[in-house]
């Protein structure tokens, strides 16, 4: 990663079928296909809407809007120079306004496959500015989740999210 505001981004995407790590539900022809896509997104944390772009299209498979790489995406002010950033949003399903205040859990979208992206999945990082990819990135610590890590299950954890992590709620 060479963009310093998204050292520690995270890209969320649904699995399923009978390994639960599949991303796709036959052969993934279509953007349909994914587990991931339309399903809804929540907020991952308590905060003030100071961002959204809501009127981007999703992109077919194989294609990317480099032009627009956050795509339809909210931005949530957590604290002084905190800020996280939800990315790749479907089109038009974003359901939050500037200035609205935010409860972790609250459903703000569904996920989409707009911007730089190549499926639907839900792109995240926090960095300290409000303007994208302009500040350094910060490292996640998420509370009272569930990991599976090397075939271990570890319940109701805090903890910095990794590469190839498996998370759930």
């Known amino acids: 990663m060479t963009v310093l505001a998204q050292w520690y981004a995270i890209d969320f995407m649904k699995v399923g079928g ?4 599949s991303l796709v539900k036959t052969d993934g022809a279509s953007i349909e296909d994914y587990y991931s896509w339309g399903e809804p997104v929540s907020s991952p944390c308590d905060g003030e809407v100071i961002g959204v772009v809501d009127d981007l299209p999703d ?3 194989g294609k990317k809007d480099t032009k627009n790489p956050a ?3 909210v931005v949530i002010k957590i604290a002084t120079n905190r800020f996280v950033f939800l990315a790749d949003f479907q089109k038009k399903s ?3 306004k500037v200035g609205d205040k935010l409860k972790s859990g609250q459903v703000i979208g569904k996920c989409g496959n707009s911007g730089n ?3 639907p ?3 995240m990082h926090i960095q300290d500015t409000p ?3 302009d500040g350094q990135g910060q490292n996640p610590i998420f509370k009272n989740i569930n990991v599976e890590l090397t075939g271990k299950v570890f319940e109701k954890v805090e903890w ?3 590469r190839g992590l498996f998370v759930w709620r």
Do not use: A, E, K, W
């Open 59 to 61: 992109n077919p498979l």
């Open 131 to 133: 303007t994208f990819n």
């Open 121 to 123: 999945h839900v792109h």
């Open 18 to 21: 009978p390994s639960q790590r």
């Open 71 to 73: 795509g339809n995406h």
């Open 94 to 96: 974003i359901q939050v």
């Open 160 to 162: 910095p999210l990794i």
């Open 117 to 119: 992206s190549d499926g």
